[in-house]
């Protein structure tokens, strides 16, 4: 009886040592499965980020241009806007330098009456 336990021992540790090999062998092959992968894949793929910055420059090319037209619209709504002020108050100031010349001329014309009267006061034989 010692003699199967010798036997079944020494199988059972043959066994065992064949094992262990086949699992290391197991093991090395997983590991070069995965590097092959990981070689075989290129760096991180990213031409879906690229395709997207791509389209978000155009849009704000886009809203950049359409932004500008509206601010030149603008720009030029406010100078024609400023244009007819500016027409405006130069209808009124030559208004009010035409009425200050007629009352210049009131003035002159009523200094010249006041002379009049001052001269006709002085002279005693209108008297």
């Given at each position: 009886?010692?003699?199967?336990?010798?036997?079944?021992?020494?199988?059972?540790?043959?066994?065992?040592?064949?094992?262990?090999?086949?699992?290391?062998?197991?093991?090395?092959?997983?590991?070069?499965?995965?590097?092959?992968?990981?070689?075989?894949?290129?760096?991180?793929?990213?031409?879906g980020?690229?395709?997207?910055?791509?389209?978000?420059?155009?849009?704000?090319?886009?809203?950049?241009?359409?932004?500008?037209?509206?601010?030149?619209?603008?720009?030029?709504?406010?100078?024609?806007?400023?244009?007819?002020?500016?027409?405006?108050?130069?209808?009124?100031?030559?208004?009010?330098?035409k009425?200050?010349?007629?009352?210049?001329?009131?003035?002159?014309?009523?200094?010249?009456?006041?002379?009049?009267?001052?001269?006709?006061?002085?002279?005693?034989?209108?008297?």
């Amino acid at each position: 009886m010692p003699e199967i336990f010798n036997k079944l021992s020494s199988y059972a540790a043959l066994i065992g040592v064949i094992g262990a090999i086949g699992g290391g062998f197991y093991a090395w092959g997983e590991f070069n499965t995965r590097l092959s992968a990981l070689e075989g894949v290129s760096s991180t793929d990213l031409s879906g980020v690229h395709t997207e910055i791509k389209e978000l420059r155009e849009k704000l090319d886009i809203k950049t241009q359409e932004l500008q037209s509206e601010m030149n619209g603008n720009f030029i709504e406010l100078l024609d806007m400023q244009a007819a002020d500016n027409n405006e108050l130069q209808d009124k100031v030559d208004t009010i330098s035409k009425d200050i010349a007629i009352n210049n001329a009131a003035i002159e014309y009523l200094d010249a009456k006041i002379e009049e009267l001052k001269a006709a006061q002085n002279n005693p034989l209108l008297n």
